[in-house]
C-alpha cells in the first residue's frame, strides 16, 4: 500500500493524473455537479412533462444553459468544470428514467427539506444506451478545462429506489452495477478522464458497505480514469478504515456541514488517496465569507497533506440562487488562490535558505 503524500511530494493520485495528461494546479478547485438552473428551463421543463411543449426547444434550452455555465466557471477560474446537470431532474430519478425496467414512483423526502421522485424498479433492469455521455462530451467541447462526468453510483440508485421484481437487494445492485459499468466505459472510450460516482448512500446501512466495494471494483476495473467517490450528509467514520480500500483516487467529501469532524480521524488513520474537502456551505444562502472560508481550508491544511488535497463546496448547487452561486464559487476561488500563494512563499523561502 502506498504511502500518504509528504509536504511537496506529489500523491499517487496526483501521479496517475499527470500520467493521464492532466496538469493541475495545487489545490485544485471543483463543484460537486449541479448548479442552478434558470426559471424559463424549469418552465419549460414542466411544460414538456405535461406534454404542451416539444422536446426540442427543452434541448436547446439545456444546452445553452450548460453553455453559459461553462462561461461562467472559467470566469470564475474554477479548474475542474461540471456540466451543471441542467438535463437532469435530480440524482436518482434522472437515471431511472434512462435504465429499462424502472417505473416512475411517488415523491418521497431524502434529507431535511430535500425531496425526490423515487422510482419503482419492475422488471429486469437494462442499459438502454449511453445516458450521461452526450452532454459531457458537449460541456467538454465548450472548453479547454478538463469536465469531469459525474454518475450517481449503483448502490444509491439501488437504496433509493422501491424493488417490485428482485429478490434481494443484492440482485438488484448486481444489474445495476453492470449498467452503470457500461455507462462508465462509454464514457471513458468518449474521452472522459475524470469519473465522479456519486454515493451518498454510503453510510446508511454500514453493515452493506462489501456490497458498495464489490460494486466500485466491477465499475472501475481496468479502466485508465482518475475515479473520484462523492459522499454527502451521512457520518463514514465508522467506515473510514474499510473506505481505504475502495478502487477510487479521491474522496469527495461534504465537511463543512459536519464541522469538519471527521479530521482527527484522518490525522489518525491517514488516507492514500486525494481529497476533495467541501469548504463552502451548499445548503446556505448565505454567501460564506473570504475569512470563514480560509480558515476552513486552514484547519484541513493542519491534517492533510496540501499535496492531496482538492477545494469545492460541500454538495450541489442546485438549489442556491445563480446570484449566490457565482458568490459563493468566487469566494472559494479566491482564498484557495490565497492559500496557494502562501504555499508558494513558504517553498520559494525553504529553497532560498
Ligand atoms: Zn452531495
Request: net charge positive; with cysteine.
Amino acid at each position: 500500500m502506498s504511502k500518504p503524500a509528504k509536504n511537496g511530494q506529489p500523491s499517487p493520485g496526483r501521479s496517475k493524473l499527470a500520467g493521464l495528461g492532466l496538469q493541475l494546479p495545487p489545490l485544485p478547485t471543483t463543484t460537486v455537479g449541479s448548479l442552478p438552473k434558470q426559471p424559463d428551463l424549469l418552465e419549460l421543463r414542466y411544460k414538456v412533462a405535461k406534454g404542451v411543449q416539444n422536446k426540442q426547444e427543452l434541448e436547446r434550452k439545456e444546452r445553452l444553459s450548460t453553455e453559459i455555465w461553462i462561461r461562467e466557471q472559467e470566469r470564475t477560474g474554477l479548474d475542474i468544470l461540471v456540466d451543471g446537470e441542467m438535463h437532469r431532474s435530480d440524482l436518482v430519478n434522472f437515471f431511472a428514467t434512462s435504465i429499462g425496467g424502472f417505473a416512475p414512483g411517488g415523491i418521497v423526502r431524502s434529507y431535511g427539506n430535500r425531496y425526490y421522485r423515487k422510482p419503482i424498479i419492475k422488471s429486469k433492469l437494462e442499459w438502454k444506451g449511453p445516458i450521461t455521455v452526450e452532454m459531457w462530451r458537449f460541456a467538454q467541447r465548450l472548453t479547454h478545462r478538463p469536465v469531469k462526468a459525474i454518475l450517481t453510483g449503483p448502490y444509491t440508485i439501488m437504496d433509493w429506489s422501491f424493488d417490485e421484481h428482485y429478490p434481494s437487494r443484492e440482485a438488484a445492485l448486481a444489474d445495476l452495477t453492470a449498467i452503470i459499468r457500461r455507462e462508465v466505459v462509454a464514457l471513458a472510450e468518449a474521452g472522459a478522464k475524470l469519473i465522479q460516482i456519486d454515493e451518498p448512500a454510503l453510510s446508511s446501512k454500514p453493515k452493506e458497505f462489501p456490497l458498495i466495494q464489490s460494486s466500485l471494483k466491477e465499475i472501475t476495473a481496468g479502466l485508465r480514469c482518475y475515479f473520484i467517490l462523492h459522499h454527502c450528509y451521512g457520518d463514514v467514520t465508522p467506515l473510514w478504515e474499510k473506505m481505504q480500500q475502495l478502487p477510487v483516487d479521491n474522496f469527495h467529501l461534504e465537511m463543512t456541514n459536519s464541522a469538519f469532524s471527521l479530521l482527527p480521524l484522518m490525522k489518525k488513520l491517514p488516507t492514500t488517496k486525494d481529497l476533495c474537502v467541501g469548504i463552502i456551505e451548499s445548503h446556505s444562502h448565505l454567501i460564506d465569507t473570504p475569512r470563514e472560508v480560509h480558515q476552513r481550508i486552514n484547519s484541513v491544511i493542519d491534517f492533510v497533506a496540501p499535496g492531496q488535497l482538492w477545494f469545492s463546496p460541500d454538495c450541489g448547487l442546485k438549489t442556491r440562487t445563480t446570484e449566490e452561486t457565482i458568490g459563493k464559487l468566487r469566494v472559494l476561488v479566491a482564498a484557495v488562490g490565497k492559500t496557494r500563494a502562501t504555499l508558494q512563499g513558504k517553498k520559494t523561502s525553504r529553497i532560498s535558505k
